[in-house]
């Protein structure tokens, strides 16, 4: 679950101040997959890197699977981000000079799982995103799509209760895309992640249990 009160968040310099979300109020139930959509500029990163705890808001209060987020310091936040969460993102973030099994390794390094763990971990978390035959290639060597189910297998491996996906599919073409959300749905509905999606194509939208839309940093529906 999570639960957001009353978030705002403004970017400030000397000169200007940019209120880039306001007031905003939302719930997203455990097992939820729910879709954010809204023009350039409307604040979904904003919101997500928030949830995501990558962003701090300038007011308001956020709870994070029962707990509330204000009271923790930083090294709390980082635990709590790699234990809870994983991240997918729109240009897949992946480290070109890592094999595939090495990058999806990552988040339990920093969990301080043994080397065979990890790899048995890492290797079950490619079957399920169908790449277990591309465990030692590198990512140049592998299509948008593959590169993009090798992110998800990276954010999965430590079985984090929440996806948070920043336009997942924005950098596909439409087969790509429909294989990512077949993942992605597949999570949801198998596994119960709660899975939080800002995307622009109204399609993918369709297929999630609920969709929020913003406008200029405020929830228009
Ligand atoms: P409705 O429009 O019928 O109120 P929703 O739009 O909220 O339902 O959800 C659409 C479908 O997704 C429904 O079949 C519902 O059972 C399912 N659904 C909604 N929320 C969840 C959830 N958290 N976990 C699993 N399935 C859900
Ligand atoms: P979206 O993801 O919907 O395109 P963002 O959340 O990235 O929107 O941005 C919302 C608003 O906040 C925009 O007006 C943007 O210019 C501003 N903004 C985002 N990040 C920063 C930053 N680091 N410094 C100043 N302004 C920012």
Same mark, same amino acid.
């Given at each position: 679950m999570i639960e957001l009160k009353n978030i705002s968040k403004s970017y400030? @310099?000397? @000169? +200007? /101040? @940019? &209120?880039? =979300?306001q007031h905003m109020t939302m719930s997203v139930p455990s097992g939820e997959? &729910?879709?954010? *959509?809204? !023009? %350039? $500029?409307c604040g979904k990163s904003t919101l997500l890197n928030i949830m995501g705890l990558i962003d701090e808001p300038t007011e308001g209060t956020m709870t994070l699977a029962g707990k /509330? +987020?204000?009271g923790y310091n930083g090294a709390q936040m980082a635990r709590f981000r790699n234990e809870?969460?994983?991240?997918?993102?729109? #240009?897949?973030h992946l480290i070109n000079d890592l094999s595939v099994v090495d990058?999806? /390794?990552? !988040? =339990? &390094?920093?969990?301080?799982?043994?080397?065979?763990e990890r790899r048995r971990l890492a290797l079950e978390a490619l079957a399920r995103v169908g790449l277990s035959n591309r465990a030692k290639h590198f990512p140049n060597q =592998? %299509? $948008?799509?593959q590169k993009q189910r090798v992110a998800i297998a990276r954010a999965i491996v430590g079985r984090p209760n929440i996806i948070l996906a920043d336009e997942p599919t924005g950098n596909l073409d #439409?087969? *790509? $895309?429909? /294989? +990512? *959300?077949? +993942? &992605?749905l597949k999570l949801n509905s198998e596994i119960g992640t709660t899975i939080v999606m800002v995307t622009h194509d109204e399609r993918m939208a369709k297929k999630t249990h609920r969709l929020v839309r913003l406008s200029d940093g405020e929830r228009v529906s």
């Amino acid at each position: 679950m999570i639960e957001l009160k009353n978030i705002s968040k403004s970017y400030r @310099t000397d @000169t +200007i /101040e @940019t &209120l880039a =979300l306001q007031h905003m109020t939302m719930s997203v139930p455990s097992g939820e997959f &729910l879709s954010i *959509m809204g !023009p %350039s $500029g409307c604040g979904k990163s904003t919101l997500l890197n928030i949830m995501g705890l990558i962003d701090e808001p300038t007011e308001g209060t956020m709870t994070l699977a029962g707990k /509330e +987020i204000a009271g923790y310091n930083g090294a709390q936040m980082a635990r709590f981000r790699n234990e809870q969460l994983g991240f997918i993102f729109q #240009s897949f973030h992946l480290i070109n000079d890592l094999s595939v099994v090495d990058n999806v /390794e990552l !988040p =339990l &390094l920093y969990r301080k799982v043994g080397g065979k763990e990890r790899r048995r971990l890492a290797l079950e978390a490619l079957a399920r995103v169908g790449l277990s035959n591309r465990a030692k290639h590198f990512p140049n060597q =592998l %299509s $948008g799509g593959q590169k993009q189910r090798v992110a998800i297998a990276r954010a999965i491996v430590g079985r984090p209760n929440i996806i948070l996906a920043d336009e997942p599919t924005g950098n596909l073409d #439409s087969q *790509m $895309g429909d /294989e +990512i *959300m077949e +993942i &992605l749905l597949k999570l949801n509905s198998e596994i119960g992640t709660t899975i939080v999606m800002v995307t622009h194509d109204e399609r993918m939208a369709k297929k999630t249990h609920r969709l929020v839309r913003l406008s200029d940093g405020e929830r228009v529906s």
